[in-house]
C-alpha cells in the first residue's frame, strides 16, 4: 500500500462557498466589490496625511507638540480599528453539510405531513420563544440551514452572518456579530479625528491668519482647504452614524431589525434580546465575549481521492497501516494542533474521527470532512497559535 | 442489534457509518450558545438516555462559561481596546481557552462512552455551532441493520 502523497496542500477557504475574497493565505476575508474601501483608506490617509504635512510644523511650535502626538495616536487607532473591520469574518455560518441539509429537510417534511399535489407546501418557518416572545426563525434555502435568531442572509457576500448588521460598503465587509465592535470603535474613532482635524485647522487658519492675513494663509497651507471640505462632509455623516450606531447599541438592536421594524413596538412586539437597561445593553454589545470564527480557513482540505466499491478503498487503505504513521503522509488535513500530543493513542483517535463519517463507498467523492482541529480565527491568533505550539 | 466496539481504533477499522443524527441548538435563552437536550429516537437502542443528557448538559455549561458577561470579559475587552486588538496577536481569548476544553472533553467523550457504542461526537464547531451531530456507525463484518428504519421517524414536528 502506497501512502497518498499530496502534491498541493489546499486551504480551505479557496472552496468555501460565498461570494468573498481571501487575502493572505486565508487570513484575510473581505467582500468583492473593494472600490469603496480603498477611496475610505485613501480619504483618511490622504487627509491625515495633510494636516501632518501643513497644520502640524506649526501647530507643534506655536501651541503645544502634544497635538500632532494625539492626532498620530488616533490616526493609528482608526486604521486598526478599520482593518480590524475590514479584514474579519464578521460571523458568517458555514452551510450545511448534505447530510444535516438531508436531515432538516426529512425534518421539515415529516412536519408538514402529506401536502396534496398541486398545493404549495406551507412556508419553512420554525418558531421559538425567546423571553416571551415568538421569534419565527426562516431557512435559507442557500445555506440549507434554519438561520439563527438574529442572523441574516447577505446577498452580496452570499453568505447567511450572526447577528447581521448591515453590508458596509465603505469598509468592504459585512458587519455582524464578530466585527459589530470594531466597526462602532472605527466609527466612533474617526468622529474624533475628524472633529480634531476640524478643529485646529480653524485654529490654525485663525492663528496664522492673525499674524500674516486670511488670504496668505490660504496660499501658504493649501491643504488647509482640501482637509476642511474633507472634513466638513465626513462630520456630518460619520457623527450621524456613531450617533445612530449608539442609539441602537443602547437598545440591543441590529441595523437589520431597526430597517425592518422587528421591534418596533406594534402588535406588542418587543425586543427579548434587550436587558431593558442601557448599561447593560451597551456592555453586552461592547465588551462581551470575543466570538471565534467558526469558518475554518487556514484548515487544510482533505485531498479528494477516488472512490473504489470495495471496503479497502484506497483511503482507507492509509487507515488500516500502522497506526503510529504520521498524517502528513496520508492526508492534509491536521490532527487537533492545539491539543496534539506526540502519542499514539491521539493521532489515531483523530485520524477515525476524521476518516470514519465519510468513507468513501457511502458519500460521494466530494465530502469535504473538517478535522477536528479548532479553527482558526483571525491571522494574528493563528500566528499566536504557531508560537504556542 | 447493538454492535460492540472496544476503542476508537476498531471503530476506525471496522465500522461504516449507517447515519447521522443531529441534535439542534435550544433558542429559548436567546442568542446564547445551548444545545437541546431532547433524546434522538435513532440512538433510543443504542446510548443510554442519562448518559447523552449528561453529555449535552456538560457541553452547555461549558458554552455558558464562554459566553459569561462579567468581570473577566470586560476586562478582556477594555484592556484589548485600549492596546487598538492587538493584544490579541499575543493573548488567547478567553472563548477560545474554553472551546479547547471542549474540544478535549469530546474526545475523552468518545474514547469512553461513545466510539464503546458505535457512537462518533462532532465538535459542533466544526458546524458551525449550529448543530452537535452524532455519527452512527456498524460493525461492517455484522449485516446491515436496516439503516432506513433509523432515518424513517427523523421528524418530530415542530
Known amino acids: 500500500m502506497s501512502a497518498v502523497m499530496i502534491t498541493r496542500k489546499v486551504r480551505k477557504w479557496e472552496k468555501l462557498p460565498g461570494k468573498n475574497t481571501f487575502c493572505c493565505d486565508g487570513r484575510v476575508m473581505m467582500a468583492r466589490q473593494k472600490g469603496v474601501f480603498y477611496l475610505t483608506l485613501f480619504l483618511i ?52 453539510l448534505p447530510e444535516e441539509a438531508t436531515f432538516i429537510e426529512m425534518e421539515i417534511e415529516a412536519a408538514n405531513g402529506n401536502v396534496p399535489a398541486g398545493q404549495r407546501p406551507p412556508p419553512r418557518i420554525r418558531n421559538v420563544q425567546i423571553n416571551n416572545q415568538i421569534v419565527k426563525l426562516k431557512y435559507c434555502y442557500t445555506c440549507k440551514i434554519f438561520r439563527p435568531p438574529r442572523a441574516s442572509h447577505c446577498s452580496i457576500c452570499d453568505n447567511c452572518v450572526d447577528r447581521f448588521d448591515h453590508h458596509c460598503p465603505w469598509v468592504g465587509n459585512c458587519v455582524g456579530k464578530r466585527n459589530y465592535r470594531y466597526f462602532y470603535l472605527f466609527t466612533t474613532s474617526l468622529s ?61 438592536q441590529t441595523t437589520n431589525e431597526d ?37 475554518d480557513r487556514r ?62 463507498e457511502e458519500l460521494p467523492p466530494a465530502q469535504k470532512v473538517p478535522p477536528l482541529a479548532s479553527p482558526e480565527t483571525d491571522a494574528e491568533t493563528a500566528l499566536a497559535k504557531d508560537k504556542i505550539h | ?71 473577566q470579559s470586560y476586562l478582556e475587552g477594555c484592556l484589548a481596546c485600549a492596546t487598538a486588538y492587538i493584544i490579541f496577536l499575543c493573548m488567547e481569548t478567553r472563548y477560545e481557552k474554553v472551546l479547547k476544553k471542549i474540544s478535549s472533553y469530546i474526545q475523552e467523550q468518545n474514547e469512553k462512552i461513545y466510539a464503546p457504542r458505535g457512537l462518533l461526537l462532532t465538535d459542533p464547531v466544526e458546524r458551525g455551532m449550529r448543530v452537535l451531530e452524532i455519527s452512527l456507525f456498524e460493525d461492517r463484518g455484522s449485516g446491515s441493520s436496516s439503516p432506513s428504519s433509523t432515518m424513517s421517524s427523523a421528524g418530530s414536528a415542530r
Open chain 1, 45 to 96: 490617509v490622504g487627509t491625515c496625511a495633510l494636516f501632518f504635512a501643513f497644520e502640524c510644523p506649526y501647530l507643534a511650535i506655536h501651541l503645544s507638540p502634544t497635538i500632532p502626538f494625539f492626532a498620530a495616536l488616533l490616526f493609528l487607532f482608526v486604521i486598526a480599528m478599520l482593518l480590524r473591520t475590514s479584514f474579519s469574518d464578521p460571523g458568517v455560518l458555514p452551510r450545511a
Open chain 2, 1 to 71: 442489534m447493538a454492535t460492540e466496539f472496544h476503542n476508537l481504533q476498531e471503530l476506525r477499522h471496522n465500522a461504516s457509518l449507517v447515519t447521522k443524527v443531529f441534535i439542534q441548538r435550544d433558542y429559548s435563552e436567546g442568542t446564547v450558545c445551548r444545545f437541546q437536550s431532547k433524546f434522538p429516537s435513532e440512538l433510543d437502542n443504542r446510548i443510554e438516555r442519562t448518559l447523552l443528557e449528561e453529555t449535552v448538559k456538560t457541553l452547555n455549561s461549558y458554552y455558558v462559561e464562554a459566553e459569561k458577561i462579567g468581570g
Open chain 1, 192 to 252: 474624533l479625528l475628524t472633529i480634531y482635524i476640524f478643529t485646529f485647522d480653524i485654529v490654525h487658519v485663525v492663528m496664522r491668519s492673525v499674524d500674516n492675513g486670511f488670504l496668505n494663509t490660504l496660499k501658504e497651507t493649501p491643504g488647509t482647504v482640501l482637509e476642511v471640505l474633507v472634513c466638513f462632509f465626513t462630520l456630518w455623516s460619520v457623527v450621524g452614524l456613531t450617533g445612530f450606531h449608539t442609539y441602537l447599541i443602547s437598545l440591543n
Open chain 1, 259 to 295: 430597517i425592518k421594524g422587528s421591534w418596533s413596538g406594534k402588535n406588542r412586539v418587543q425586543n427579548p434580546y434587550s436587558h431593558k437597561n442601557i448599561f447593560k445593553n451597551c456592555c453586552e454589545v461592547l465588551c462581551g465575549p470575543t466570538y471565534p470564527s467558526v469558518l
Open chain 1, 299 to 360: 484548515g487544510l482540505m482533505q485531498d479528494d481521492m477516488p472512490v473504489s466499491a470495495t471496503p479497502a478503498a484506497p483511503s482507507s487503505s492509509s487507515l488500516s497501516s500502522s497506526n503510529p504513521v504520521p498524517q502528513t503522509t496520508k492526508t492534509t488535513a491536521p490532527l487537533i494542533p492545539n491539543e496534539h500530543t506526540p502519542d499514539d493513542a491521539k493521532p489515531s483517535i483523530a485520524d477515525s474521527a476524521e476518516k470514519s463519517p465519510s468513507p468513501r
